[in-house]
């Protein structure tokens, strides 16, 4: 009975891990398909795209330039906004702003030889059209369209403008950022409707045998006039995958520490059966058996264990995997549907279960080998893992650990590329996990040091059951191998938990705190377009009472260094009166560089950038703006800046942007309230700019939902490292049956002296509950040590006073004192409840 | 929860510190009423004990012997309440103690029977005092003082442990170990010591000192002991052997009480009844 318990509990306990594991990995290759997909739906046939760096989009002779280039057989131009439906008559005006539509003007006939349409019904554009519209499937049906209805979509000047729809585009189309709520319309149509003569991007179809890059080195010489950027399919599924990177890496290392926690319950079941039939191998010795056979029969028992817990692991990981999935929904802008099943992922977690499982018998298989026929004869079963080498287990798991990093996903080396992303992520790239690992292993190294008297003063609070505590205290110093490995697997499972709580916390703290720095204001008003800076609306919002301030904040790339960078249009002394951008030492004097910002030709750059490309204070920047190269002087560096898409923006004066960047306007206001007259204003303000399509935000809810977002992706990590808390309380039901099993005729001797089986039971559970106790505060202490090295590696410079989340820890650690005395029940039942006779007669 | 400790139990050999007085010879303390105890193996049924009556008196040594399987065991542990009997009574010091709860039963064997075994079963992290000291620290007495401590004190005395009392059992030779044994037994004074085959894990050196510590505590304290033995030297500490065969008592040698212990009667007894 207890073996064949001791068996399930370990089959459980290795098919957990591997179930994580699968899930890791078939949750990343659903990530990298859908990015894949995201990618090709975005880039179509095309070999290479050339998009606009500025917001006016690539002129009419970039264009032609483009078209001429030799190797250059098809070319498809089109124009990309966002903007609203015009509201109908009918439509009650309401406060909040409808969900935007991208309007995207293509070239007919180009356009489809580079983007597959698939319709589900009518027409694709043809080149006579003019006020002829295709929508996607999804729009039709959220706004009730057909085919030959009209829709009307508001524009720039000439005001809104009516397309009859022709065609319906299935699905959501093939632009991720449009949500599907798409808009195809002939490009000559959408730039009469936002009054633009360029376009925001050009595909390019290459006959077989051209390469894109043989096109990209000659484009480079053809088209100097204006800035603009090279991207191929791969570079397109690069920069998406390098935004999941961070969470496949993590989610990855999890499975890890779980697969070692399970590593943990197969290294104590193999010892205690060898000690448990260390007579049997005495008999079998004497028989004649030789090392290598006893040292087979060992493995061979971890071959089977660790196969059934892949197969069931496997099973249970695609149950996984389709939760994780259906919880983290979408990666940034890469939705995700249902785990891909594939074979790679199966045979790879598969491989991995049952190797870590024979290299975790691998020592007590050497310890069965070694016992003398005589010895095992003579004194029977002795002391279970006696000798258990703690260390030598963490050498294979090191080892491990080495040959998991080799092949450790590709992801992690863009998330390295994408570090300058600002610190939102936690960075588990290369060296994250190998920290992480190595600070978990230490800790097991650590934990037979501290445990005993760890014990005794855990126990001190116990002592109120004199008896019960000192049997149990007694029990778990019987065998400390043992006990230090059933408290480790506690250790580095609760250390994860804790340790990512940490994470979390500051990444949370540090986005909430990078916001209020950056942002001159309260409230953010948002447009889908550039507001121009002759426009009235913000004179109009400044007037309202109660209001302090309104400042314009324009985003727009930039080419620097051959780069696309992030900057952000600002109004220095907006900043400056409203206190805001922290300079970092030796960052240059705060007024100057705002005053310096306005007067133009000056540059404000983040830290990381800084750090990042060695710029210092007085360096020139060039920007490779058209014919003439903008060059800025670096006046200030800043901890934090305004977050752009994937990094934080450099600063520049309104005149730069407007002026060589050619950016057309602000893309959100900061408003800045007079004291105590947010709430009264508010209202105001808020009708004031829905008039104008602005969509006002509350900086909290800026912050709670970028917060919320993290909270969910870290949730689920927490769940799956709690995994690794659940299968060290497998461990402990495990290790507790065992020695409930081992003790069963003291125990009842015990008994016969008068202990009543609820004192027995006592015992167990105590026992359960000091090793619980012990090994969760070991984990809380170990968790925070590694969530304190991982924020101070990944952040580096901007992280803030470091400060736990103390109530998830104490969190925590409850969860871990609960499964470890829920994990006593069972034994402790078994232990209360044996006839004492019975007992007195076991061997 | 304990109901009586035993310090506090009024068994009339129970007074503390001084040696208790000699109890009376004639009064039962243990009576078995047509015991029978059956057990399944398989779809099969057996009678490990048929039908069986017996006596034992105050201060009186009984031994219980019979070969391997002859039920003896069985009957010890019905005795001192470790099991119950499928039919039939057990009555111990006035209670009827076969058909008793677990919580009535344990509180029986903590206040009115010791425990000796073949295997002694010490807990290995405590040492000679703690181990002695259990029956009080399960009752919840603090055994480092008062009566408890006298208690220990002088079952230590007893078995010639003095001076052993901080040594682990693994610092212990075996019969030292089940002279611990014997003292945990002894220390809470229970109405009756049962003693099952102390003697089989010791050399024979070892086994008499044991057998002498059980002869002392019944002949100088009046402790009253039931022992099974298969071993005729061993059973010739008793005043009584009762002689157990197929589930039954086969035959009854009164061998009285005597200073010496030699066996040889007893196994030409055993020789006349073909045993």
């Known amino acids: 009975m207890a073996r064949r318990l001791r068996s399930a509990l370990t089959i459980a306990g290795v098919a957990l891990g591997v179930a994580v594991l699968f899930a890791s990995l078939s949750a990343g290759s659903t990530m990298d398909a859908a990015v894949d997909r995201a990618a090709t739906d975005e880039m179509g046939h095309a070999a290479l795209r050339v998009q606009a760096l500025e917001e006016r989009g690539l002129s009419q002779e970039a264009l032609s330039v483009v078209k001429r280039a030799a190797g250059v057989e098809v070319a498809a131009p089109a124009l990309e906004r966002k903007t609203y439906l015009a509201a109908s008559p009918n439509q009650t005006p309401s406060s909040t702003l409808p969900a935007p539509v991208t309007v995207l003007g293509i070239d007919p006939v180009a356009e489809p030889l580079l983007h597959d349409m698939p319709l589900s019904g009518g027409r694709l554009l043809i080149a006579t059209d003019a006020q002829d519209a295709l929508i996607t499937q999804t ?67 290459t006959p077989p045998g051209v390469s894109a890059d043989e096109l ?132 790879l977690a598969m491989i991995i279960g049952v190797v870590v499982t024979l290299a975790a018998s691998l020592e007590p298989a050497w310890r069965a080998g070694r016992i003398s026929p005589v010895e095992a004869l003579r004194r029977g079963p002795a002391g279970a893992v006696a000798g258990a080498r703690l260390r030598w287990l963490a050498l294979v798991f090191g080892v491990l650990a080495l040959a998991a990093l080799a092949v450790w996903p590709k992801s992690s080396a863009s998330a390295a590329e994408a570090r300058g992303s600002g610190g939102l992520t936690v960075d588990s790239a290369m060296w994250g996990p190998l920290v992480l690992y190595g600070l978990l292993l230490a800790a097991v190294l650590i934990v037979p040091r501290v445990l005993r008297p760890l014990l005794r003063l855990v126990g001190i609070p116990f002592r109120v059951f004199r008896n019960e505590e000192r049997l149990a205290r007694s029990s778990l110093a019987r065998d400390t191998s043992r006990t230090a490995l059933t408290a480790g697997a506690l250790v580095i499972g609760l250390a994860m938990v804790v340790a990512l709580g940490t994470a ?118 060039t920007f490779t703006t058209g014919e003439t190269p903008t060059r800025l002087r670096v006046v200030g560096i800043v901890a934090h800046s305004i977050p752009g898409d994937a990094q934080e923006s450099i600063l520049v004066g309104w005149s730069d942007a407007l002026g060589p960047f050619g950016a057309s306007g602000a893309d959100f206001f900061a408003v800045r309230y007079e004291a105590g007259q947010e709430s009264s204003a508010r209202a105001a303000v808020d009708a004031t700019a829905s008039q104008y399509a602005l969509e006002p935000a509350d900086l909290g809810r800026v912050r709670g939902t970028v917060g919320d977002a993290l909270d969910r992706v870290f949730r689920l990590l927490d769940a799956l490292a709690l995994t690794a808390v659940l299968v060290a309380g497998l461990g402990m039901v495990n290790t507790l049956s065992m020695s409930v099993f081992e003790r069963a005729r003291e125990i009842g001797v015990l008994r016969a002296a008068g202990m009543s089986s609820r004192q027995v039971w006592g015992m167990v559970v105590i026992e359960a509950g000091v090793l619980g106790i012990a090994g969760s505060l070991m984990g809380a202490v170990v968790g925070l040590l590694v969530g304190g090295s991982l924020v101070a590696w990944s952040i580096g410079s901007l992280a803030l006073a470091f400060d736990p989340p103390w109530t998830s820890i104490a969190l925590a650690v409850l969860a871990g004192v609960l499964i470890s005395v829920t994990a006593s029940i069972y034994p402790a039942g078994i232990a209360s409840r044996q006839s004492i006779v019975r007992a007195l007669q076991h061997e | 929860m304990p109901t009586q400790p035993p310090v506090s139990s009024p068994s009339e050999a129970r007074s ?39 006596k034992v008196r105050r201060g009186e040594f009984v031994a219980l012997m019979g070969p391997s399987g002859s039920g003896k065991s069985t009957l010890l542990h019905l005795l001192g309440g470790l099991d119950r009997p499928t039919s039939g009574e057990v009555v111990l010091d006035g209670e009827v103690v076969s058909h008793l709860s677990d919580r009535d039963a344990t509180r029986l064997r903590r206040e009115k029977t010791g425990f000796v075994f073949q295997f002694f079963n010490l807990i290995p992290l405590l040492d000679v005092y703690e181990n002695v000291a259990l029956p009080f620290t399960i009752a919840g007495i603090d055994p480092r003082h008062g009566e408890a401590a006298a208690r220990i004190k002088d079952v230590l005395e007893l078995v010639d442990l003095v001076g052993r009392e901080r040594n682990r059992p693994d610092q212990l030779s075996a019969g030292e170990q089940q002279r611990v044994a014997l003292a945990r037994a002894l220390v809470a004074q229970p109405a009756i010591l049962l003693a099952d085959e102390p003697t089989g894990n010791l050399d024979y050196a070892t086994g008499g000192e044991i057998l002498d510590g059980l002869w002392r505590s019944c002949d100088e304290r009046g402790q009253t002991i039931v022992l099974v033995t298969h071993d005729a030297r061993a059973a010739a500490y008793a005043d009584r052997v009762l002689v157990v065969g197929d589930g039954k008592i086969r035959d009854e040698i009164e061998l009285g009480r005597r200073a010496e212990h030699d066996a040889r009667p007893l196994i030409m007894r055993l020789a006349l009844l073909g045993l």
Do not use: C, H
């Open chain 1, 139 to 205: 729009m039709a049906s959220q706004e009730r369209l057909r085919l030959g209805d009209t829709v009307t979509v508001s524009g720039a000047s000439s005001g809104p403008q009516a397309f009859t729809i022709v065609g319906i585009v299935a699905g959501d189309g093939s632009l991720p950022d449009a949500a599907g709520r798409l808009v195809i319309v002939p490009l000559a149509s959408a730039q009469a409707l936002f009054d633009s003569t360029g376009v925001t991007r050009v595909d390019l179809g």
């Open chain 1, 216 to 347: 990209i080195s000659q484009l480079e010489v053809m088209i100097t006039t204006e800035p603009y950027l090279l991207q191929k399919t791969s570079d397109t599924a690069d920069s998406l995958r390098a935004e999941t990177a961070d969470f496949r890496g993590t989610l990855l290392l999890v499975a890890a520490v779980v697969l070692f926690a399970g590593a943990f319950l197969v290294f104590n079941t193999l010892s205690m059966t060898v000690a448990e039939r260390m007579r049997e191998v005495g008999l079998l010795r004497a028989a004649g058996t030789t090392r290598p056979q006893v040292m087979s029969f060992v493995l061979l028992q971890a071959l089977v264990l660790g196969a059934v817990g892949s197969v069931v692991g496997v099973a249970a990981g695609i149950g996984l995997a389709v939760l994780t999935l259906l919880w983290v929904g979408s990666t940034g802008p890469v939705a995700l549907n249902g785990p891909e099943i594939s074979l790679g992922p199966v045979l």
């Open chain 1, 504 to 621: 979390v916390q500051n990444v949370r703290q540090i986005g909430a705190t990078w916001l209020t720095e950056t942002i001159p204001g309260s409230e953010l008003l948002t447009s889908i377009r550039p507001i121009s800076a002759t426009d009235p609306i913000r004179d109009q919002i400044a007037v309202l009472p109660g209001v302090k301030s309104v400042s314009p904040i324009g985003l727009f790339g930039v080419p620097l260094a051959g780069l696309r960078q992030q900057a952000a249009a600002i109004v220095g002394k907006d900043f400056a009166d409203d206190g805001r951008l922290t300079f970092v030492a030796d960052g240059g004097d705060r007024a100057a560089a705002l005053a310096a910002l306005d007067a133009g030709g000056a540059v404000i750059v983040p830290q990381s950038l800084a750090n990042e490309s060695a710029i210092r204070l007085g360096d020139t920047l």
């Open chain 2, 16 to 54: 503390p510190g001084a040696a208790p007085a000699r109890p009376e010879r004639d009064g039962t303390i243990l009576e078995a009423r047509n015991l029978t105890k059956r057990y399944r193996l398989g779809k099969r049924e057996v009678d490990a004990l048929q039908d069986v009556s017996l």
